[in-house]
Structure formats: structure tokens, C-alpha cells
């Protein structure tokens, strides 16, 4: 199985800030490679996918980078709705999926 | 808008099965273009997949849950289904169901959370 593994498991930042979230791979995944955020009571939201895709309505200060085992979710300039947690998903065996542990990206 | 809605009880005794079903709105569930996915989430932890079911009825499941897992579909209803059997409290959680295309999850139900208890 292959196992994500996300860093830092909190980061605290100030609105305006640039936030910097990674997502390990044990294995390569090539760029199937997802990120989703998650606030209090709601489903998740997907935000990236295949590593640097923004989903549908999502803004431009988030993008996604990465291939193989290491990629990184940016968001440029936090706004106050950022602060949530954030899971990183790979499916390198579709329709198999794993996910990261998360990073609770709180303010500081 | 696609739109995805849980159901079933909400609360499960031990070793019982859990049955939870998810209706798809404004959309097909018989579209070949993707996968219908059931995900979880304890009480303030991270998320594990649970398995995933194509229109026709293929099925793939997370191996650790693999042996107490079926997932079914029901096209007629646009609907998909889930049950876990001989339930513990350690498979006491917030359950998703997802839409499934290429690498992501685009769409998800708002969660049905599930408690196991005598």
C-alpha cells in the first residue's frame, strides 16, 4: 500500500502569509495526485487534482506542484477562510485511494 | 448540479451491519466516465477510503475492510449502496459517499455519521 505522508501536521500562519503544505509518497504516483480542504462540519473539498490542476471555482492563490513521491499545495496569500485541514489523496491504482494524514493550517 | 445524499441509521449495535445508501441527483450514475465512492472519517481523524463500485457493478475495496464490505448499485434508483457487517466502535465514523473520475474525488455527500453502541 502506498502511504502519504503529509508535513508539517500544523502550520500557523497570519492572514496575508504564503503557506507551504507537503505530501510524500512512499511510492511513485506519477501526478495521481489530489488535495482536498476540510472545515469543521463539511465534506471535503477538492481543490487540486493530477498534482496542479485547480478544480472547478477554485481560486488562484491555491496551485499544486509535485510528480513522482514529493508535491507541495501553495497557497500565495492566506485568506481568512483558508484556515481548515488539508488532505493530500493519491489513486495510483484507480479506483484505490489513500490519503494523507492532514495538516490542520490554523492562524497563528 | 450534480448532488449526492446519504441515508441510513445513524446509530448500530455491535456486531451488527451497517447500511447506508447514497442518492444521485441531477446527474447519471451510469455514466462510464467514473467510480461511486464510499469514504470515512472517525471522530477527529484523517480519511480512509472504504471502496468504490462502477455502474455495471465492478468493485474495488480497501483490503483492510475488504472481508466485512459490500458495496452495491442500484441504477434504476441512481443509487449505490454500502454495508459493513459485525460493526465494532472502532468503525464508529462520518461516512461519505464521493463521485470518483480519474484521480479525485469531485463530488461528495455531506456525511452521515454513523455510531456504534449498545
Known amino acids: 500500500e502506498i502511504v502519504l505522508t503529509q508535513s508539517p501536521a500544523t502550520l500557523s500562519l497570519s492572514p496575508g502569509e504564503r503557506a507551504t503544505l507537503s505530501c510524500r509518497a512512499s511510492?511513485?504516483?506519477?501526478?495521481?495526485l489530489a488535495w482536498y480542504q476540510q472545515k469543521p462540519g463539511q465534506a471535503p473539498r477538492l481543490l487540486i487534482y493530477d498534482a496542479s490542476n485547480r478544480a472547478t471555482g477554485i481560486p488562484a492563490r491555491f496551485s499544486g506542484t509535485g510528480s513522482g513521491t514529493d508535491f507541495t499545495l501553495t497557497i500565495s496569500s492566506l485568506e481568512p477562510e483558508d484556515f481548515a485541514v488539508y488532505y493530500c489523496?493519491?489513486?495510483?491504482?484507480?479506483?484505490?485511494?489513500?490519503f494523507g494524514q492532514g495538516t490542520r493550517l490554523e492562524i497563528k | 448540479q450534480l448532488q449526492l445524499q446519504e441515508s441510513g441509521p445513524g446509530l448500530v449495535k455491535p456486531l451488527e451491519t451497517l447500511s447506508l445508501t447514497c442518492t444521485v441527483s441531477?446527474?447519471?450514475?451510469?455514466?462510464?466516465?467514473?467510480?461511486w465512492a464510499w469514504i470515512r472519517q472517525p471522530p477527529g481523524k484523517g480519511l480512509e477510503w472504504i471502496g468504490s463500485?462502477?455502474?455495471?457493478?465492478?468493485?474495488d475495496y480497501n483490503p483492510s475492510l475488504k472481508s466485512r464490505v459490500t458495496i452495491s448499485v442500484d441504477t434504476s434508483k441512481n443509487q449505490f449502496s454500502l454495508k459493513l457487517t459485525s460493526v465494532t466502535a472502532a468503525d464508529t465514523a462520518m461516512y461519505y459517499c464521493?463521485?470518483?473520475?480519474?484521480?479525485?474525488?469531485?463530488?461528495w455527500g455531506q456525511g452521515t455519521l454513523v455510531t456504534v453502541s449498545s
Open positions: 511510492q511513485n504516483v506519477r501526478n495521481y
Open positions: 489523496q493519491q489513486r495510483s491504482n484507480w479506483p484505490r485511494v489513500t
Open positions: 463500485i462502477y455502474y455495471s457493478g465492478d468493485t
Open positions: 441531477g446527474g447519471s450514475i451510469s455514466s462510464s466516465t467514473y467510480y
Open positions: 464521493a463521485r470518483s473520475q480519474g484521480t479525485r474525488h469531485d463530488y
